[in-house]
């Protein structure tokens, strides 16, 4: 396979499109009562009626595509992003119509300004109709019971303006006959061809209609929701139909994004943080760290969690915690384990146990538990814990959500999601919406494990911090040229043969001493104050005979599946041995299940040495130029710099940013401490970067010797390089039986006449597989470059080093042009003096890399 470079994001904020002043030729004052009546004190909600209503009627935009491109010519971020106006052109969804998006965070009253603009339209006589369609029944329930509460409102119909072509538009759905001037709200698939509705009297150009997407993102995101990929494609295609006269397309989401990337026609945008802030919406809190392993101490913590919403929010009758998981199939199996923890935590009947769990997805099995939905918040309905895949993604408006629970990474690993996931719990009850003194929270447990990365984006989508830019200046003395190839992957598989002779029985288990008391740290997005919680665990526990019988059957087992027989050694008596052993070294006398897995974890790496191991072969493609100009912008949040992260600048490379980005680059340089904020002189600032983005400490040890003096004036220039895309080195990854295909990109990148040094930088103790495989993907990848690049009198040097390895690095490599071993290569390939002496006579003979 051919790895891609992995595009950087631009912040949604930047993205959100401005009218011109020309905009304001339309005259929306006499609609403003209504308005006002409308909408009271949600002033947002008023700029994005006021904002449609203005593209749409101003006659100064045709398409969408002239207001992106007037956007383009003057927004400086998109500049930096896109390669050119064609790419940016090029993402718009119909780019031909008058069409736009607006973003309005979840609970915050998306359907109002689609009732409003709707109504405009209408009365302005520029639209016959407006069609509102929508992914599921549940929304459009919710979308018609909605409208029609305003259209009885007496005070909201007496403040609309008496004249207009269509004042009074009937609301309906597709079953009945549509008469011009009518509001029609239905599910999706009622516009499909092969459905019987009323949607198809809509046909022809004597009708020009607004078509309003709620919830927009499902048609381009086949992940989202209960749509499945035919869906969505019957859904965009239905949009495009020639037959049907859509003079006018507005996308209403409160996560218009696909996948990480967000939508490039979004006009107006009030995201979750404003709203936050402002207190339309519960703050979040969500879970930074976590102590329990598993399922069984998670659903202590998560139990906890929820009997503390009930008495920390007591104006509240009903407190309901949510499960999301990504598979209908997963759905029962979590609803059953809930439960069973719920019949033995609270002595309650299966029954009574059973009746307090729901599982709702978009199967036919559940549409009963759809139905309790429509009374899900009353305290009568005894429902409290609810389990869904897709149906709870939007459409259900429930105000007394305290607690999401993302059951895998899966139902929680993009911005998309995300924003879906958090959305389920914002909504603020009625009882709390004007107490001055109580701000409800919703509390996401999320599972620590999936590390920075899930935090990184919900930090996005909450919008927790400003960002710092760090981008290349494309006119800058110090840009280079790199040569690169890419690698194709092939995965053979060799003969079962033991790999390295005779295979051992394991002398211990490792086991560990049982913790029964478990730690979650969690963040608040409004305040960022962290609050501790302790959980005491019930570790499950096994007596000594039932740990050898469970070990033992387990490799049993796996003697049958790879027709092997070590169970003749390995039997009863001698795995009795080693558990008591273990036991009495962590002086207890019953086996925890922690432990039980690592004993059975410690005979499966038999069969990992006697199993055929699969060998990924390379193929490399010819040399591939490009240049550091090719860079996209790195970001990092001000938050995040704070953790330990770095910036390395000059006077004149600051000026190389814009007005905006220089007030946040100030704003960051004040709050770092001067040993991780590093001003040098001008003239030994050779990088391209307007500022270096520094990861961590050892980065910036590093940073300071590259730009001292007695250093610089023995290279051309250098550049700190991207986590992702720009430069990726492949490498097979094998922590086990099965290889798997990664990528790293080393940290700096310096050109020293004819040489081009590449170095990673790691902390003195990391010294895992993962960063053995590097060096071994690195050194091929390398030695490959050299060969097909000799002829050009260039070559490519790779260093692997931590901090103790500076000095010599600095003293040989740079100043000296010398050859230079660091210790962590030979910590991380654990070869002997003989293995080195070869390598390093390879290495002069062949190419002169140097590691």
Same mark, same amino acid.
């Given at each position: 396979?051919?790895?891609?470079?992995?595009?950087?994001?631009?912040?949604?904020?930047?993205?959100?499109?401005?009218?011109?002043?020309?905009?304001?030729?339309?005259?929306?004052?006499?609609?403003?009562?209504?308005?006002?009546?409308?909408?009271?004190?949600?002033?947002?909600?008023?700029?994005?009626?006021?904002?449609?209503?203005?593209?749409?009627?101003?006659?100064?935009? *045709?398409?969408?595509?002239?207001?992106?491109?007037?956007?383009?010519?003057?927004?400086?971020?998109?500049?930096?992003?896109?390669?050119?106006?064609?790419?940016?052109?090029?993402?718009?969804?119909?780019?031909?119509?008058?069409?736009?998006?607006?973003?309005?965070?979840?609970?915050? @009253?998306?359907?109002?300004?689609?009732?409003?603009?709707?109504?405009?339209?209408?009365?302005?006589?520029?639209?016959?109709?407006?069609?509102?369609?929508?992914?599921?029944?549940?929304?459009?329930?919710?979308?018609?019971?909605?409208?029609?509460?305003?259209?009885?409102?007496?005070?909201?119909?007496?403040?609309?303006?008496?004249? @207009?072509?269509?004042?009074?538009?009937?609301?309906?759905?597709?079953?009945?006959?549509?008469?011009?001037?009518?509001?029609?709200?239905?599910?999706?698939?009622?516009?499909?061809?092969?459905?019987?509705?009323?949607?198809?009297?809509?046909?022809?150009?004597? !009708?020009?209609?607004?078509?309003?997407?709620?919830?927009?993102?499902?048609?381009?995101?086949?992940?989202?929701?209960?749509?499945?990929?035919?869906?969505?494609?019957?859904?965009?295609?239905?949009?495009?139909?020639?037959?049907?006269?859509?003079?006018?397309?507005?996308?209403?989401?409160?996560?218009?994004?696909?996948?990480?990337?967000?939508?490039?026609?979004?006009?107006?945008?009030?995201?979750?943080?404003?709203?936050?802030?402002?207190?339309?919406?519960?703050?979040?809190?969500?879970?930074?760290?976590?102590?329990?392993?598993?399922?069984?101490? *998670?659903?202590?913590?998560?139990?906890?969690?929820?009997?503390?919403?009930?008495?920390?929010?007591?104006?509240?009758?009903?407190?309901?915690?949510?499960?999301?998981?990504?598979?209908?199939?997963?759905?029962?199996?979590?609803?059953?384990?809930?439960?069973?923890?719920?019949?033995?935590?609270?002595?309650?009947?299966?029954?009574?146990?059973?009746?307090?769990?729901?599982?709702?997805?978009?199967?036919?099995?559940?549409?009963?538990?759809?139905?309790?939905?429509?009374?899900?918040?009353?305290?009568?309905?005894?429902?409290?814990?609810?389990?869904?895949?897709?149906?709870?993604?939007?459409?259900?408006?429930?105000?007394?959500?305290?607690?999401?629970?993302?059951?895998?990474?899966?139902?929680?690993?993009?911005?998309?999601?995300?924003?879906?996931?958090?959305?389920?719990?914002?909504?603020?009850?009625?009882?709390?919406?004007?107490?001055?003194?109580?701000?409800?929270?919703?509390?996401?447990?999320?599972?620590?494990?999936?590390?920075?990365?899930?935090?990184?984006?919900? !930090?996005?989508?909450?919008?927790?911090?400003?960002?710092?830019?760090?981008?290349?200046?494309?006119?800058?003395?110090?840009?280079?040229?790199?040569?690169?190839?890419?690698?194709?992957?092939?995965?053979?598989?060799?003969?079962?043969?033991?790999?390295?002779?005779?295979?051992?029985?394991?002398?211990?288990?490792?086991?560990?001493?049982?913790?029964?008391?478990?730690?979650?740290?969690?963040?608040?997005?409004?305040?960022?104050?962290?609050?501790?919680?302790?959980?005491?665990?019930?570790?499950?526990?096994?007596?000594?005979?039932?740990?050898?019988?469970?070990?033992?059957?387990?490799?049993?087992?796996?003697?049958?599946?790879?027709?092997?027989?070590?169970?003749?050694?390995?039997?009863?008596?001698?795995?009795?041995?080693?558990?008591?052993?273990?036991? !009495?070294?962590?002086?207890? #006398?019953?086996?925890?299940?922690?432990?039980?897995?690592?004993?059975?974890?410690?005979?499966?790496?038999?069969?990992?040495?006697?199993?055929?191991?699969?060998?990924?072969?390379?193929?490399?493609?010819?040399?591939?130029?490009?240049?550091?100009?090719?860079?996209?912008?790195?970001?990092?949040?001000?938050?995040?710099?704070?953790?330990?992260?770095?910036?390395?600048?000059?006077?004149?490379?600051?000026?190389?940013?814009?007005?905006?980005?220089?007030?946040?680059?100030?704003?960051?340089?004040?709050?770092?401490?001067?040993?991780?904020?590093?001003?040098?002189?001008?003239?030994?600032?050779?990088?391209?970067?307007?500022?270096?983005?520094?990861?961590?400490?050892?980065?910036?040890?590093?940073?300071?010797?590259?730009?001292?003096?007695?250093?610089?004036?023995?290279?051309?220039?250098?550049?700190?390089?991207?986590?992702?895309?720009?430069?990726?080195?492949?490498?097979?990854?094998?922590?086990?039986?099965?290889?798997?295909?990664?990528?790293?990109?080393?940290?700096?990148?310096?050109?020293?006449?004819?040489?081009?040094?590449?170095?990673?930088?790691?902390?003195?103790?990391?010294?895992?597989?993962?960063?053995?495989?590097?060096?071994?993907?690195?050194?091929?990848?390398?030695?490959?470059?050299?060969?097909?690049?000799? #002829?050009?009198?260039?070559?490519?040097?790779?260093?692997?080093?931590?901090?103790?390895?500076?000095?010599?690095?600095?003293?040989?490599?740079?100043?000296?042009?010398?050859?230079?071993?660091?210790?962590?290569?030979?910590?991380?390939?654990?070869?002997?003096?003989?293995?080195? #002496?070869?390598?390093?006579?390879?290495?002069?003979?062949?190419?002169?890399?140097?590691?």
């Amino acid at each position: 396979m051919n790895f891609k470079e992995e595009k950087e994001t631009i912040s949604p904020q930047d993205l959100v499109l401005q009218l011109s002043e020309k905009a304001n030729n339309f005259d929306i004052s006499k609609y403003e009562d209504f308005i006002e009546e409308l909408c009271g004190q949600r002033e947002y909600q008023k700029e994005a009626i006021r904002k449609v209503v203005k593209f749409f009627l101003s006659g100064e935009y *045709k398409t969408i595509a002239e207001l992106v491109s007037e956007n383009f010519k003057a927004n400086e971020a998109m500049q930096e992003f896109f390669r050119d106006e064609k790419e940016l052109l090029d993402e718009l969804l119909f780019r031909d119509k008058l069409s736009c998006t607006i973003d309005l965070a979840t609970g915050t @009253g998306k359907t109002w300004v689609m009732y409003a603009v709707s109504r405009i339209m209408l009365a302005e006589g520029v639209v016959d109709n407006v069609l509102i369609v929508c992914p599921s029944r549940t929304i459009k329930y919710e979308l018609l019971k909605k409208f029609n509460n305003f259209t009885i409102k007496t005070n909201l119909q007496s403040a609309f303006p008496k004249a @207009g072509k269509y004042r009074n538009p009937g609301i309906i759905q597709a079953n009945t006959a549509i008469k011009k001037g009518d509001i029609v709200i239905d599910n999706i698939h009622k516009a499909y061809d092969h459905v019987g509705s009323s949607i198809k009297d809509l046909r022809g150009k004597d !009708r020009k209609i607004l078509i309003i997407n709620d919830e927009a993102h499902h048609f381009i995101n086949s992940t989202s929701g209960g749509l499945n990929k035919e869906e969505i494609l019957e859904w965009a295609k239905f949009l495009k139909n020639p037959e049907y006269n859509f003079s006018f397309i507005l996308n209403s989401s409160g996560t218009p994004y696909k996948g990480d990337n967000y939508f490039k026609d979004v006009i107006y945008r009030y995201p979750i943080r404003q709203a936050i802030e402002e207190k339309m919406v519960k703050d979040i809190n969500y879970l930074e760290k976590d102590e329990s392993r598993g399922w069984k101490e *998670k659903f202590k913590a998560i139990y906890k969690n929820h009997l503390e919403n009930k008495k920390k929010y007591p104006k509240v009758k009903k407190h309901i915690t949510i499960f999301v998981t990504n598979q209908i199939k997963k759905t029962d199996k979590i609803v059953e384990e809930i439960s069973k923890f719920l019949r033995t935590e609270e002595g309650i009947p299966a029954k009574e146990a059973e009746e307090k769990v729901l599982a709702v997805t978009s199967s036919p099995k559940h549409e009963a538990n759809r139905q309790l939905l429509k009374t899900v918040d009353e305290p009568e309905n005894p429902v409290e814990w609810i389990v869904s895949v897709s149906m709870l993604t939007e459409g259900w408006d429930v105000n007394n959500v305290f607690q999401i629970v993302p059951h895998e990474d899966r139902a929680f690993n993009s911005k998309l999601l995300i924003a879906q996931v958090l959305g389920r719990g914002l909504r603020v009850p009625p009882v709390y919406q004007n107490d001055l003194k109580v701000h409800p929270q919703v509390t996401i447990f999320n599972h620590d494990a999936w590390g920075p990365r899930i935090d990184d984006l919900v !930090r996005d989508v909450a919008e927790i911090s400003k960002k710092i830019t760090s981008r290349v200046d494309k006119d800058s003395k110090y840009n280079f040229s790199l040569y690169y190839i890419n690698v194709e992957k092939k995965i053979v598989s060799d003969s079962k043969t033991p790999a390295r002779g005779r295979v051992e029985l394991p002398k211990s288990l490792g086991f560990s001493s049982r913790k029964d008391i478990a730690e979650q740290i969690y963040k608040s997005v409004k305040t960022q104050e962290e609050t501790i919680k302790r959980t005491k665990i019930d570790l499950g526990e096994y007596s000594l005979g039932e740990a050898v019988n469970e070990v033992f059957n387990n490799i049993l087992l796996l003697d049958l599946t790879h027709n092997t027989n070590f169970s003749k050694k390995a039997n009863r008596e001698f795995i009795q041995r080693l558990i008591e052993n273990e036991l !009495r070294d962590i002086g207890e #006398k019953t086996v925890t299940e922690a432990n039980l897995q690592r004993a059975k974890a410690s005979f499966n790496t038999l069969y990992r040495k006697l199993t055929g191991q699969s060998r990924i072969v390379d193929v490399y493609s010819k040399p591939i130029e490009k240049n550091t100009q090719e860079m996209n912008i790195s970001s990092i949040s001000i938050s995040e710099l704070k953790r330990n992260k770095g910036l390395l600048f000059s006077e004149e490379s600051l000026k190389r940013s814009s007005q905006k980005e220089l007030e946040i680059i100030k704003e960051a340089i004040e709050e770092l401490p001067r040993k991780r904020s590093v001003e040098i002189e001008d003239k030994n600032y050779k990088s391209p970067l307007n500022i270096t983005i520094l990861a961590s400490e050892p980065e910036i040890e590093f940073a300071k010797m590259l730009t001292r003096e007695e250093n610089t004036k023995f290279f051309d220039s250098w550049i700190k390089s991207k986590d992702k895309g720009f430069y990726s080195i492949p490498y097979n990854y094998q922590p086990g039986t099965h290889p798997q295909q990664k990528q790293f990109n080393p940290d700096f990148i310096i050109k020293k006449k004819d040489k081009i040094i590449f170095v990673e930088i790691k902390h003195e103790e990391d010294t895992d597989i993962k960063n053995r495989d590097k060096i071994a993907g690195a050194t091929d990848y390398f030695i490959q470059l050299n060969r097909k690049i000799e #002829k050009t009198g260039l070559r490519y040097d790779f260093y692997f080093l931590t901090p103790q390895d500076y000095t010599g690095f600095f003293d040989r490599v740079i100043r000296s042009d010398k050859t230079f071993i660091a210790e962590m290569h030979a910590s991380l390939l654990k070869k002997s003096r003989e293995e080195l #002496k070869a390598f390093f006579q390879r290495d002069r003979a062949e190419m002169r890399l140097k590691i």
